[in-house]
Every structure is written in C-alpha cells, then in structure tokens.
C-alpha cells in the first residue's frame, strides 16, 4: 500500500485540543477552516483520520507508474499534486509553484497521451431507461432515516420527478451555521451529489466543499486524463441494498465529524 508523508503544517495537538495554536485558530476563524479542509482533503486521500476504514477509491488511484514515467515525476510526487492542487482550490491559498509544475507536466503528458491513441472522452448520451428508479419510494425512506440520525439543527428534503435531495444546517467549530445537501440526480441516472457552503464569499476564501472535487473527479477531467468512473458514486436500483447511498453518508459523517465543535 502506497504511504505517503506530507509536509503538513505543524500541529502540536489535534484540531479539538485547546492550546495556544488552538486558540489563535479560533481567533482566526477563517484560517482556522482552511486547515480543518486541508485536513480533509489529506485524510480522504490517504484514507486516514475520520475517513479510516471506509470504502471508497482515494483520488490516488489516477497517480499510476504509466502516468509517472510519462510525466518524468514519481507515484509519490503525483499523489502529493493530486492532494495539494484540490487543497489549494477548496482553501483558497496559492499553489506551491513545484505543485502547480508537476501539474503541467501531467496534463502535458495527458495530452500526448491523447494525440497519440486518439482517444476522446466517450460521449453520455441520455437514455430514458437509466431515469427509471422503481425503487424510490424505499430510496428516500432510507435515506431519510438516515438522515435523521446525523444530529443537525435543520433539516429538510425535496423530492420531485428529476431527483431527490437532503439538505440541513449544522454549527461549526467557529460558531457558523453550514448548509450543506446530498442529492441523487435520478433524472439523469443516479449520480450522487455533495455539497458544503461555508459563509464566505470573496476571491481565495474557503467558500465550499463539494463531492465533486474532493473525490477526485474535477482534477481527472482538469489533468485530461481519461475518465475514472472509480470515483464516481451512483445510486443503484435496487429496493433493499444501498451500498452507495450509506458510502457517501459514510464520508457526511467524516466530515461532519472534522467540521464540527470538538467535546472535551
């Protein structure tokens, strides 16, 4: 199994313990979220801290040997890149110049590549079939249990023709009330949705958190790889097994559980 060490910004206790770094944190609590996302981001690709023992695929799994070799880099400076770029969009702080050249040089090769095989990404056309979802009624009531169970202040769900989704609100460890939704676009076959809306808005502030990008799937179509439907999570059809479903609601709690006050 690939391990790999980041050079991560000194912590001399948890993100919950109060010390003196702890407190300047909380004085600051617009850095203090970019550290708790860097985090995240760092234990979801090495799937360490809050995301240990779940199943899902890291983002790593597009840093092969092949692509290594073509870009002129190793597995362990892709993987670093993978995890630093997506850090550097969700927390809002300039990219390391050696990240953002590993970067190039993958999309680069990812271009060659491209010319060289004539690959095109396979084009998704609609089909009417992969709307029908007969087991909605049994989708939303599990979910909805679910749901319930994640302790938020808030919560409520819309459900329609085209998908449904969950949304609620939660305190944070700064005292901002987060909105954050899952939703299933059934309508267009099942893909799962996540998002987390932090109350900032400026230019290089911490302003979301979204499934899309913290699985990986952005920086692949970024980098121009070829698809990676690995790190996609769709629902499935059936009425009594929800693997993906629980899978992400696993990664809501993860999350929840990095974001939210910690009891001392």
Not at 60 to 78: F, P
Not at 147 to 152: D, K, R, V
Not at 192 to 212: A, C, I, M, N, T
Not at 249 to 258: D, G, H
Request: glycine share 6%; aromatic share 12%.
């Amino acid at each position: 199994m690939l391990r790999l060490v980041f050079r991560r910004r000194k912590r001399s206790q948890s993100l919950g313990c109060v010390d003196e770094r702890t407190l300047a944190t909380f004085r600051n609590p617009k850095q203090g979220l970019r550290d708790i996302l860097a985090r995240i981001i760092e234990d979801f690709d090495s799937k360490s801290g809050a995301f240990a023992g779940l199943k899902y695929n890291s983002p790593w799994i597009l840093a092969t040997a092949d692509w290594a070799e073509r870009s002129g880099h190793t597995v362990e400076e892709l993987c670093e890149m993978i995890s630093q770029w997506r850090i550097s969009i969700f927390s809002g702080e300039q990219t390391n110049p050696k990240i953002v050249q590993i970067f190039e040089d993958l999309r680069s090769a990812a271009e060659e590549w491209r010319t060289e095989t004539d690959y095109v990404d396979p084009p998704t056309p609609y089909n009417p079939e992969e709307a029908k979802f007969p087991n909605r009624k049994e989708l939303k009531a599990h979910t909805l249990k679910a749901w319930s169970s994640l302790g938020l202040s808030r919560q409520w769900h819309q459900y329609d023709a085209r998908g449904l989704s969950f949304s609620g609100i939660f305190e944070d460890k700064f005292g901002h009330d987060i909105r954050f939704s899952m939703t299933f676009k059934l309508a267009y076959g099942g893909p799962v949705r996540l998002f987390f809306q932090f109350p900032y808005y400026s230019e290089g502030d911490p302003r979301h958190l979204d499934l899309f990008m913290l699985s990986g799937w952005f920086v692949c179509q970024d980098l121009r790889l070829p698809e990676a439907p690995d790190l996609k999570w769709t629902v499935g059809k059936s009425r009594t097994n929800f693997d993906a479903v629980d899978g992400v609601l696993a990664i809501v709690r993860a999350i929840l559980s990095c974001l939210r006050p910690t009891i001392q």
